[in-house]
């Protein structure tokens, strides 16, 4: 995996994850989950044969869900400085105090929850050059042209390499 072009290594995420859960805990979640990503990728997109977007992105999340009792609250932050994780769960918990009981509201029991699952070595990272990008997509674009010749405009083709990673942790304990 190209680690290096992640902006936070897994286990910043998990200490990520793990302060909002410590956080929510402080200030009186019944139960709670955070999960912490960081990604990145590219997408070329021609129309009619020429390049019209080449698009970078790199994003980042820390998304909270916290219990007070079975009332939910949900909130979400791109910043992961302190304060802002701290904001995040306060909002999620006031969210909850002002949502109606749901009896089915709450996190798996512990005993249901995966530990140390199998690498099942389902990443196989495609990172294409720009050139290469361009080509594939110029290529796609031009097959549908030669469908039929009644097909004289396109709405264009993209070609789209995106890479994530996450730490996903509750208040059972649970951490990956």
């Given at each position: 995996m190209a680690q290096a072009r992640f902006s936070n290594d897994l286990d910043a995420l998990k200490t990520i994850a793990a302060d909002a859960l410590a956080h929510a805990?402080?200030?009186g979640a019944s139960t709670c989950e955070a999960e912490a990503s960081d990604g990145y990728g590219q997408t070329v997109t021609v129309r009619?044969?020429?390049v019209e977007t080449i698009e970078y992105n790199r994003d980042k999340s820390l998304g909270v869900t916290v219990y007070v009792g079975q009332r939910k609250g949900y909130a979400s932050t791109a910043d992961f400085a302190g304060r802002a994780i701290r904001d995040t769960v306060e909002a999620a918990l006031t969210?909850?105090?002002f949502t109606a009981e749901?009896?089915?509201?709450?996190?798996?029991?512990p005993e249901d929850l995966a530990?140390?699952?199998a690498d099942?070595?389902?990443f196989h990272p495609w990172n294409p050059p720009v050139d290469q990008?361009?080509?594939?997509a110029k290529a796609c674009e031009a097959a549908a042209f030669r469908l039929d010749k009644?097909?004289?405009n396109s709405e264009g083709a993209s070609v789209s390499c995106q890479q994530w990673q996450f730490a996903l942790g509750n208040s059972h304990g649970f951490m990956e």
């Amino acid at each position: 995996m190209a680690q290096a072009r992640f902006s936070n290594d897994l286990d910043a995420l998990k200490t990520i994850a793990a302060d909002a859960l410590a956080h929510a805990a402080r200030k009186g979640a019944s139960t709670c989950e955070a999960e912490a990503s960081d990604g990145y990728g590219q997408t070329v997109t021609v129309r009619k044969g020429e390049v019209e977007t080449i698009e970078y992105n790199r994003d980042k999340s820390l998304g909270v869900t916290v219990y007070v009792g079975q009332r939910k609250g949900y909130a979400s932050t791109a910043d992961f400085a302190g304060r802002a994780i701290r904001d995040t769960v306060e909002a999620a918990l006031t969210i909850a105090r002002f949502t109606a009981e749901d009896e089915a509201a709450g996190l798996p029991d512990p005993e249901d929850l995966a530990r140390n699952p199998a690498d099942l070595e389902l990443f196989h990272p495609w990172n294409p050059p720009v050139d290469q990008a361009i080509e594939i997509a110029k290529a796609c674009e031009a097959a549908a042209f030669r469908l039929d010749k009644r097909v004289v405009n396109s709405e264009g083709a993209s070609v789209s390499c995106q890479q994530w990673q996450f730490a996903l942790g509750n208040s059972h304990g649970f951490m990956e």
